[in-house]
């Protein structure tokens, strides 16, 4: 069965305080690994597509990189802008669909 | 301009009503879904259509029936709602399938008493 599981839950943070997220997949054939942000109160705003492992991506202080059975969000010297619960959803095997996983809550303190 | 829009943002209502959920993009995507978000945050999938052509039902209750006009609207009807009906429902769309990157609505938050 596909699942995808996050780690930590919860992380708190100093800022400045590099950290990484992790995402860790059971997929036959995986066709996208998505990162969203999800606010309080908002839709999950997306982040970054990875297609295949050894690909990375980055935007501003996030950068995501995929293996073959999980995915990384590496957080630079975050901000307390930074905090929110980060997403880790696949798509891929017979199913036609996306699976989330539970997500990270991240809290960034100044 | 908002590109996915759901009404209304909250509904609270007694348990056995019938309510309804609308939901809009105006980015030209073929493909709209429903997903479900508990109380610990977790996103399911409900229902997937693509073009006003239904591609996926999950185990879902009959109580829930989706109804899309046209490919830029996908509505959700919940009939005799119950005390576990009570989440976040979220509205998304894409310009084709799963694989391309999915933007979502800010949510209806549904309160059963």
């Known amino acids: 069965e596909d699942q995808v599981t996050q780690s930590p839950e919860a992380l708190r943070l100093q800022e400045g305080e590099s950290s990484s997220l992790n995402c860790s997949y059971t997929?036959?054939?995986?066709?996208?690994l998505f990162w969203y942000r999800q606010d309080p109160g908002k839709g999950p705003e997306f982040l970054f597509t990875l297609y295949s492992a050894g690909e990375e991506k980055e935007k501003e202080r996030l950068k995501a990189t995929l293996t073959k059975k999980e995915s990384f969000l590496h957080i630079t010297a975050p901000k307390p802008e930074d905090s929110a619960t980060y997403l880790c959803?696949?798509?891929?095997?017979?199913?036609?669909?996306?699976?989330f996983g539970t997500g990270t809550l991240l809290a960034v303190q100044p | 301009d908002t590109a996915v829009s759901q009404t209304p943002k909250y509904l609270v209502t007694q348990m056995g009503n019938d309510k309804s959920i609308k939901c809009e993009q105006n980015l030209g995507h073929d493909t709209m879904y429903w997903y479900k978000q508990d109380s610990k945050k977790f996103l399911k999938i409900m229902f997937s259509y693509n073009n006003k052509e239904l591609i996926i039902n999950e185990t879902v209750p009959n109580r829930f029936s989706p109804k899309s006009p046209d490919k830029a609207h996908l509505n959700l009807h919940i009939n005799s709602l119950e005390l576990g009906d009570s989440a976040v429902y979220f509205c998304?769309?894409?310009?084709?399938?799963?694989?391309?990157?999915?933007?979502f609505g800010d949510g209806t938050r549904l309160s059963i008493l």
């Open positions: 997929v036959s054939g995986l066709r996208g």
């Open positions: 998304a769309s894409s310009p084709g399938n799963s694989d391309q990157p999915q933007h």
């Open positions: 959803a696949v798509y891929g095997g017979a199913t036609n669909k996306l699976i």
